[in-house]
């Protein structure tokens, strides 16, 4: 979709449909006033006479759609409610834009044209309203061949201030990068093989500018991450770890280096700890989080933050297959810790172990991990909060301001040194299930066994990276979440290094 601003009066803007929002009432103020009273003005009054029959309400994403109205070129208007003034921020900007779109769409509607209302017209407006365009502009329909929905091919946006640009600009890399995460969360595992996922990264990467290594199953035996190898065991399918560099233009001696790793099993069948047939063919987005790191590099190589991000993406399936192994296996991670394999459906702290280990290896500072990793943080927070882990209190606030900024709702877990004791071994140093209580924090502590002193947050993204239902502003499937969280940590980042 093209999006652009338009500075040219309302009423001559050509376009298929004018879409603005309207607040609920407040004592003195009605819902048609500042921005769209004007609209209100051209068109007769139509759409006062609409609110003050009961019709348009201002409830968050209520949708009035108004065809031909007198006054205008446009052959439609669509309110879009926003809820209370005083609950609206960028969240609910970008969510109604991205509803409007799905709307407009469903309805064939090719040129959209919104207009800003008189309190968000500057760049953070814009930005959330790009990305929410182009967020509900996607649909995870690639393989359909008699697609119901077309997307909209051009929205300008009036009523915007000039300095509004760089959040278009901004708006618009967010939003192509979340959506190509959704994308690659929503491929089936046939067509997304780690082989095939490594070679979409290196081709993202060589589009983008950012360095890439893709690791064979070769190199990783020789650099001995025994504990991703462990999984892989079970498959036909090789390994691969995806190794993406972002370098800014002036890099500090001794500065920050942020390491970003992504959990990417293709498909998780449990292995030998087989998961039930039911739902099962949803394992195949148990790659979104080495999906996110890939989104949010590929925003990053072209916001270009001061300081250097490293992504780590160790990539396999988890297969029960003949050499697979098997519940009570001891392997040796990359950093020389031994593992006993209580279940080898535990498999994604198993990868994510090495990806660590070897991100801090390549000099990360400051590390974050994206997996969906465990069921228990669906039972504790739905499809509603990432659970967020972290083993540094100034580290996990500050990816919890870049995740508030971004609008991605994320909550802090406990992380106490008590949940440790859970994943003892009376045969090695750890195990790989930590028993019946505390499943999320039990699996963050495991990732934390091979942190040591780097701080590091953990995101489980296990309720969050996939929508079982259409909503009205996405589409089923992928969510692209964390994407944007990430792009926020690394542009807001002091590249200093940290003082002694
Ligand atoms: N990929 C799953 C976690 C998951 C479950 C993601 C449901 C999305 C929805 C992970 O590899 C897994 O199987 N975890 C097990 C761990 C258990 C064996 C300790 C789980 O949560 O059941
Ligand atoms: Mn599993
Ligand atoms: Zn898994």
Do not use: C, Y
């Given at each position: 979709m093209q999006i652009q601003l338009d500075s040219r009066p309302l009423a001559q803007v050509e376009t298929d449909a004018l879409v603005s929002y309207v607040f609920e009432p407040e004592?003195?103020?009605?819902?048609?006033?500042?921005?769209?009273?004007?609209?209100?003005?051209?068109?007769?009054?139509?759409?006062?006479?609409?609110?003050?029959?009961?019709?348009?309400?201002?409830?968050?994403?209520?949708?009035?759609?108004?065809?031909?109205?007198?006054?205008?070129?446009?052959?439609?208007?669509?309110?879009?409610?926003?809820?209370?003034?005083?609950?609206?921020?960028?969240?609910?900007?970008?969510?109604?834009?991205?509803?409007?779109?799905?709307?407009?769409?469903a309805r064939s509607v090719k040129r959209i044209a919104f207009?800003?209302?008189?309190?968000?017209?500057?760049?953070?407006?814009?930005?959330?309203?790009?990305?929410?365009?182009?967020?509900?502009?996607?649909d995870g329909d690639k393989y359909r061949t008699d697609k119901k929905d077309r997307p909209v091919e051009s929205a300008a946006l009036v009523g915007f201030e000039a300095a509004a640009q760089p959040g278009v600009d901004r708006g618009r890399i967010i939003g192509?990068?979340?959506?190509?995460?959704?994308?690659?969360?929503?491929?089936?595992?046939?067509?997304?093989?780690?082989?095939?996922?490594?070679?979409?990264?290196?081709?993202?990467?060589?589009?983008?500018?950012?360095e890439v290594d893709v690791l064979d199953e070769k190199r990783i035996a020789q650099l001995n991450m025994g504990a991703l190898l462990s999984v892989a065991r079970g498959s036909a399918e090789p390994p691969r770890v995806i190794v993406l560099t972002y370098t800014p233009e002036k890099v500090t001696?001794?500065?920050?280096?942020?390491?970003?790793?992504?959990?990417?099993?293709?498909?998780?069948?449990?292995?030998?700890?087989?998961?039930?047939?039911?739902?099962?063919?949803?394992?195949k987005f148990d790659m979104a989080g080495g999906a996110a790191v890939l989104g949010a590099m590929r925003a990053l190589a072209r916001l270009k933050p001061s300081i250097k991000v490293i992504a780590v993406i160790p990539s396999t399936e988890n297969m029960p297959g003949g050499r697979a192994q098997k519940p009570g296996d001891v392997q040796i991670a990359m950093s020389g810790k031994s593992i006993e394999v209580i279940n080898t459906?535990?498999?994604?702290?198993?990868?994510?172990?090495?990806?660590?280990n070897y991100a801090k290896q390549l000099g990360a500072t400051h590390l974050v991990d994206a997996a969906t990793l465990t069921g228990a943080i669906v039972v504790a927070l739905g499809n509603v909060?990432?659970?967020?882990?972290?083993?540094?209190?100034?580290?996990?606030?500050?990816?919890?301001?870049?995740?508030?900024?971004?609008?991605?709702?994320?909550w802090h877990m406990p992380l106490d040194d008590d949940y440790r004791e859970q994943i003892k071994s009376?045969?090695?140093?750890?195990?790989?299930?930590?028993?019946?209580?505390?499943?999320?924090?039990?699996?963050?502590?495991?990732?934390?066994?091979?942190?040591?002193?780097?701080?590091?947050?953990?995101?489980?993204?296990?309720?969050?990276?996939?929508?079982?239902?259409?909503?009205?502003?996405?589409?089923k499937g992928g969510t692209g979440v964390a994407v944007r969280t990430l792009v926020d940590l690394a542009m807001t980042f002091d590249p200093r290094p940290a003082a002694k």
């Open positions: 004592k003195d103020l009605q819902a048609i006033e500042g921005a769209v009273a004007q609209l209100d003005q051209a068109v007769g009054g139509a759409l006062a006479r609409l609110a003050a029959s009961g019709e348009v309400t201002g409830k968050m994403l209520e949708m009035t759609l108004v065809h031909f109205a007198p006054g205008i070129a446009a052959p439609r208007i669509l309110l879009v409610g926003a809820g209370k003034r005083e609950k609206f921020g960028t969240p609910e900007l970008r969510k109604l834009a991205a509803a409007a779109v799905r709307h407009l769409k207009l800003a209302r008189e309190s968000d017209r500057g760049p953070a407006a814009a930005q959330a309203v790009t990305e929410g365009l182009m967020l509900g502009n996607f192509e990068s979340q959506n190509f995460t959704r994308e690659l969360g929503n491929e089936p595992s046939n067509l997304l093989t780690p082989t095939l996922l490594a070679e979409r990264a290196a081709a993202m990467a060589r589009g983008a500018g950012l001696p001794g500065a920050p280096v942020l390491g970003l790793v992504g959990k990417a099993i293709t498909f998780d069948t449990g292995g030998i700890s087989i998961k039930p047939a039911n739902d099962m063919e949803k394992m459906d535990a498999e994604g702290r198993l990868v994510l172990s090495d990806g660590i909060n990432t659970g967020v882990f972290g083993s540094d209190a100034a580290f996990t606030e500050r990816v919890l301001a870049s995740a508030r900024r971004a609008g991605e709702k994320m009376t045969i090695a140093d750890i195990q790989n299930v930590g028993g019946r209580g505390a499943g999320a924090s039990t699996a963050a502590w495991f990732l934390r066994e091979f942190t040591g002193d780097t701080p590091w947050v953990h995101l489980d993204i296990a309720g969050t990276a996939w929508l079982d239902d259409a909503k009205p502003w996405a589409g």
